[in-house]
């Protein structure tokens, strides 16, 4: 039953399951029981997924209810195509870890760039002082 | 009650001190539950539908089943009081089914105690009922009654027992209620009353405290011992549902659903405060139960009731889903409706215009195709939202006759007026231009409206059918853009004495009148574009931003309906040496794109003026002008570099190979094509 044709609306997207992507970057993949004119979401049965590459890792999480403001988008979950997919699965521990090796190697990068430039005498304006708007 | 439990009961009493000592706990979290007092109210109206129906099958039942004292929960209360429970002649109707009570009727009520109630009080009854709650603490406490049953339907997830951690137990029995209400009834109905009698009977020994939630802790683990947990409020399934006591092959859904609507509208409405997932003592009851009994037959009207809360809920099959009720369709309207109401507006098409526009182009789509092929139109949902009626305007500032200054007047678009504050003035020298230079910046602004009113009604015009109101927004139309073109032309810098220059200095004013061209008649188009020429330098010197560009498809489009000598006149300014310094503007026009995309569409137009057939009327010595003017260009233009215009028409090599030697057009040729980049086709 289509409530509000022609318009953007959760309501149909009610129990069942999604994907959110927040703002900080986590993805949440829940069942969406509730929301509200602000579309907080009420997620059941979260489970937050960390990509590493071709490998991605779940922790679960329970419930989450999410600020309406810190949602990036939001989309159903295919069931059938959810499992028939190119990544890896692999367990928690290992997807930190990767996660975690990841991150270590973008921070060198990071420095080697940044040392690059400061050696030739430019600079270049720190993203972390500005606003993620 | 379970008889195991008596004994262990029996010796086991809360000191009266206790419960009144933590009085103060309670009354501090008193005031923060006075906004559930109208969800309490609804509940008890609720309530009252049940307890009369409770009242009569199981005020009955007490009366069969003699010496069943537990079958008036009141009385629970009082037995661990004074530990000889008698029958009430006139109880308060027992909220919860009196099923287990009766199912334990050869008990012991007596021997049951009751281990919140201050030992030592013999007296039954109101009175001492009333004394029991005397303390304005336990007052609070049972007051709390419906915030306890709203709980007791809002239960989310009881499996996590971690959640106990979470609760915050006074809270839910906190729930003091401006009315003095005798407490009486709410006790029975006091779901966390009956869990602790439930508790009682369950050998569990509450903690000395009033905080009866983290008694209930215990209940997950019992829960899990027990088997399957009861699923639905309490009040419901007792009232309701009493088979549900003999079915505990029911699923083990760890989260009891609220089944009435309004139920779950009151727990999750907006002001309700809702604790973490809470244990329902229910669950317990219920598992202690024995075979209904007498309640096995249903009231005719419980069964009604039973029937018409039942119905609403069952939408679509979610017996596979125990959490999919969780957002009611009560809710999910709420939100439609208040979506709805943000999309309401007076001038759709204004406001909604990617909608709209898709919606006519899937109806026209549809038309189209219901031409073709003779399948039913399918109308394609569309959302209708109200237009509302214009909201009244409010008046920021507020003059009262005969006062000095003005009355702030807060609305909520200007909660707080800002002061009136005088800013310093810059320099002096750039200010007068500076400002003015602002005030025809607001004229424009304030213009723009009207142009979108104009463009609109041009838009509406097309698609209207109705002869009168076609005429009807011509009018309009025409009124406003004799508005526009009179405002616009008036609108003097300091400095110049031009119409429209003012507007013209300013981007978006080019491009105001670059949208204005296509509505304004021939006389006043032609004007703007003699005024565009005259004051080409000015223009092209002062336009920092490059948007004189923006004006050129419209000019271009005067310029195509130019006739022979109104373009001879034009052009002749291009030649004519400017008052103030050596060049012509075609020196100066070589240097600006739009300069020298402005020559190229004049000589163009004279070209096709001239290479067609149509009969122009020339004035006297217009070829002249014509040829010297040709002459002129084409040496200009071979000498100077040129930039790139914005569009090269084709015809002009054509024109020039007409009136020029070989040379001179493959020079002009070249000097063009290195400009442009693209070869400038010859025919």
Known sequence: ?133 | MGDSEHPEKTGESVPDASWPENGDQWSDKGEEEDDECELLQEMAEEDEEIDLYNEETFGLDEATSGDNPAADPMDLLLLCSDNSPTPQSSPPPPPISPSPHSSHSPSRPGSRVWPHTPTGRPQRGRAGRGQLFDDPAVVKTVEGRPSLKSLDSAIVDCSLSSYWEDLNSNTWMMAPQKSSRPPVASILQDQAIVGVIDRSRHGRVPPVSPNFLSPMRPFSTSRGRRGPPFVGSFNQRCHYQPGGFLSPSRPPLSTPMPHTPKLMHLQFGTDSPRPAPFYSPSTNIMQGFRAPGPVAQFHPQHKRLLSQRQQRPHRKPVSWDPYSQIMTDKEKEWIIRLQMIQLQSKNPHLDDYYYQEYYQRIEAKLAEEEILGDRLKKEPPKLTTPYVTKALSYIPVVHIEGSLGQVAVSTCFSPRRAIDAVHANTSDEHRDTRRQRLEVLSTIEKLYIVLLEVEEANKMKATVSDKDEERRLMQNIKRKVDQLYNELRCTNLLDSGEEFISCLLISKGKSMLARLLPFLSPDASLHILSVVTKNLPVLMSKDTDEALPVLYPSLRAVIDRLAFSQLIRNLKEFTATLPDSKDTRLTLACQNKFGLSLLYALLSQGERLLSSDLPMEPSIGDFETWTDTVFHVARQLSQTTLVEPLLLPSNLLTLFCRYLDKRTVHQLKNNMESATGYLAVAS
């Open chain 1, 1 to 133: 039953m289509n409530y509000m044709p022609g318009t953007a609306s959760l309501i149909e997207d009610i129990d069942k399951k999604h994907l959110v992507l927040l703002r900080d970057g986590r993805t949440l993949i829940g069942i969406l029981r509730s929301i509200d004119q602000f579309a907080n979401l009420v997620l059941h049965q979260t489970v937050e997924r960390i990509h590493v590459g071709k490998k991605f890792g779940d922790i679960p999480r329970g419930i989450f209810v999410v600020r309406g403001e810190n949602v990036v988008l939001l989309g159903e979950v295919d069931l059938d195509k959810e499992y028939d997919q190119i990544l890896q699965r692999v367990s928690i521990e290992e997807i930190l870890e990767e996660q975690r090796t990841e991150q270590q190697a973008k921070q060198e990068s990071e420095r080697l760039k940044l040392q690059a430039v400061k050696e030739r005498g430019l600079s270049i304006p720190k993203a972390d002082t500005l606003d993620d708007f």
